[in-house]
Structures are given as structure tokens and as C-alpha cells.
């Protein structure tokens, strides 16, 4: 069911149920961070492996304290500086914080989301919201209720509708090694603003035999139908000349291409904040239709572009 009622939501997680929930990146799976039987039906419903950890959401900063310790003070720096907001902190956990959520690590993603429905749910609550997107594991992120519906459709009750997502790509993920900040996964916080704040930072570099490394899988946010990421569409349209191609484009729509019947465009104006909050949604409208094949186009590689990028990469990575 598809909601606005904040009360029958948490009426739902008090007692260890599981609803989805708006956050301004994308639509959240959550349950009660500190209930075993919660966290496991997030894991079940999402068919997400048990290696790959959770994100745990609470009300405000002065929460931290009661999941993470030895908060580096650069942490608290990012903390104040974007939150509540899309910045997770990868922390050292505190010891009732249970190994389920952390994948056992000793380590916890946290963040304050910036949604008013998120807010008022946790303002309600006394525990915080274990909550990874609201997606069959590996699938496109959901950044509308409707998403969300339509991939849960016959095994989650509620849906707590909170409009479309404002940012419309996941958080940016910034962990610590030996108190130096670490970025293991670009996100709707670019890089630069970071920056602005904490100086120069370390990227984390995936390994392919790690995939259980913060910089995450590199097959993700992926659509059934075949997707190619291409940085000339013109010339790739002719290598797929036999079949339905449909376009997912930055700004404009391309003229050579008559048969492509399906285009989407992120930002005729070329900005990267409207067009991090279409992707996800053209991405779906794309592999609703009838296309055989979708090409994707690059966007150019700074500030939110390359987190796009980030994300269209993994979708179409065939390994
Ligand atoms: P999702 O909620 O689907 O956006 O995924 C959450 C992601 O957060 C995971 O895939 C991890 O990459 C990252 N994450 C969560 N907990 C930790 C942790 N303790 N250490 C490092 N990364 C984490
Ligand atoms: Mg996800």
C-alpha cells in the first residue's frame, strides 16, 4: 500500500515490520537498526547478500554517540557541514551495534537524511532506521514511491509516499583509516564540496577480489534490458542498427537517430542536480519499454557528474 500516514508507518516499525521510506537521495528499505528479526526481513525482502552492510539513519547528530565512538574529529567536522543530509560516515561501531547490519565489521555507516517524512518518522522513534534503497539487490535505485510499489509490490506493506527524491542518487560514503577520511563511494555530495571542507581526500580504489569493500559491487543499479555507456551515441547507434535503441542522453536529444523512438534527457540546461534526479527514473521508464538495447551517454567527469557516472558504469558492467 502506498501511504502518506507517518503514524501507521511507525506503527508498523515499533513492531518489527518493514515499510519504505522517502529519503531525499532514494527510497529506503527500513526497519528497527536494533531489532535482529528487522534487519533480517530487509536482508530477505531485498535478496541483498549478507556481506554487504547496511546504512543506519537517525534523527540528529547528537544521536551519533549512541552508535559509533571514537568519532574522528574531521567526522565531526562533515558531520556539521552536511548533515542531515546525503553524507554517510563509515564509523568505528559501538559494541551493541549487531554484526548483521555491519556485515561484521567493526565499522557502521550512518547519516541524518534530509527528508521532512524521514524526520518526523524518526523523531517518533527510539531506535534509528537500518535502511539500504528499496531495490531487489543489484536492480535501479527507486527515487519514487511508485518504484518502490512496483518492485514490492506483493511482499511489502507499506509504502510511506514522500514525493519524488530531491537528490535522486545515493549517498556519498566517507570512512576513516587511521583518522585520514577516505571516500569509498561518490555520491550526491560531490567530492569538491567535501573538499571545501576537510581539505584534500583519499580515494578509495575498488579491487575487484574485495567485493565486499565499501566501494561496493561492480554490477549495480542495473536494468534487465542490455545497456551500453558510450561516449559518442552517434557512432554507437550504427552498431546496433538491427535492433530498438532507446537513448538516455545528458542534454539534448540526438537528431541522428530517427529510430530511436525512446529518448530521455537528463537536463536540457546541462545540470547535474536535475539530471542526478531523472537518471534513476529514466533509467526505469527505459527498461519498462519495448527497447532491445540502451545506450547510455557519458557525462562529463566532475562535481555530481561523476557520481552519475559512477552509477551508470556499474549498470551496464556485465561481470
Ligand atoms: P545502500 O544502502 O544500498 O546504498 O548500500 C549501503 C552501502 O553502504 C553498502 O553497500 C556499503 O558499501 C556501505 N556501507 C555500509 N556499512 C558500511 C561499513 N561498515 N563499512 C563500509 N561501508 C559500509
Ligand atoms: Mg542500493
Excluded at 535478496?47 to 574522528?72: Q, T, W, Y
Excluded at 521532512?116 to 522513534?125: C, F, R, S
Aim: contains cysteine; glycine residues 6%; aromatic residues 6%.
Amino acid at each position: 500500500m502506498i501511504t502518506k500516514n507517518i503514524a501507521l508507518a511507525r506503527d508498523v516499525l515499533v513492531q518489527d515490520g518493514i515499510v519504505a521510506i522517502p529519503t531525499e537521495t532514494v527510497y529506503g528499505l527500513a526497519g528497527n537498526a536494533y531489532s535482529e528479526t528487522a534487519v533480517k526481513q530487509i536482508f530477505g525482502l531485498k535478496k541483498r547478500p549478507f556481506f554487504n552492510p547496511l546504512i543506519l539513519h537517525i534523527k540528529s547528530m547528537e544521536c551519533l554517540h549512541s552508535v559509533a565512538r571514537e568519532i574522528p574529529e574531521a567526522a565531526f567536522k562533515l558531520a556539521s557541514s552536511f548533515w542531515p543530509g546525503a553524507l554517510t560516515l563509515v564509523l568505528k561501531k559501538q559494541a551493541h551495534i549487531s554484526d548483521l547490519v555491519t556485515s561484521g565489521m567493526d565499522t557502521v555507516a550512518v547519516r541524518v537524511p534530509n527528508h521532512p517524512v524521514a524526520m518526523k518518522l524518526l523523531e517518533q522513534l527510539d531506535f534509528p532506521l537500518a535502511a539500504p534503497s528499496a531495490n531487489p539487490f543489484g536492480s535501479i535505485s527507486p527515487t519514487t514511491a511508485q518504484h518502490v510499489h512496483h518492485y514490492f509490490e506483493e511482499t511489502l506493506s507499506i509504502v510511506l509516499d514522500g514525493g519524488a527524491c530531491e537528490k535522486g542518487i545515493e549517498s556519498t560514503i566517507i570512512g576513516f583509516e587511521n583518522d585520514e577520511p577516505v571516500l569509498y563511494r561518490h555520491g550526491a555530495v560531490s567530492i569538491e564540496e567535501i573538499e571545501m571542507v576537510i581539505g584534500k581526500i583519499k580515494i578509495f580504489t575498488e579491487k575487484a577480489d574485495k567485493p565486499n569493500a565499501p566501494g561496493m559491487l561492480s554490477r549495480h543499479y542495473a536494468p534487465n534490458t542490455e545497456t551500453h555507456l558510450v561516449t559518442n551515441i552517434s557512432e554507437s547507434i550504427h552498431s546496433f542498427s538491427d535492433k530498438k535503441i532507446g537513448l538516455l542522453l545528458f542534454k539534448e536529444k540526438n537528431s541522428d537517430s530517427q529510430d530511436c523512438l525512446f529518448q530521455e534527457v537528463l537536463s536540457t540546461t546541462g545540470d547535474f542536480d536535475e539530471a542526478a534526479r531523472n537518471v534513476y527514473a529514466a533509467l526505469h521508464r527505459l527498461d519498462l519499454s519495448d527497447v532491445d538495447v540502451i545506450l547510455v551517454e557519458k557525462l562529463p567527469d566532475i562535481g555530481i557528474g561523476k557520481s552519475i557516472n559512477d552509477r551508470l558504469k556499474r549498470a551496464v558492467n556485465k561481470e
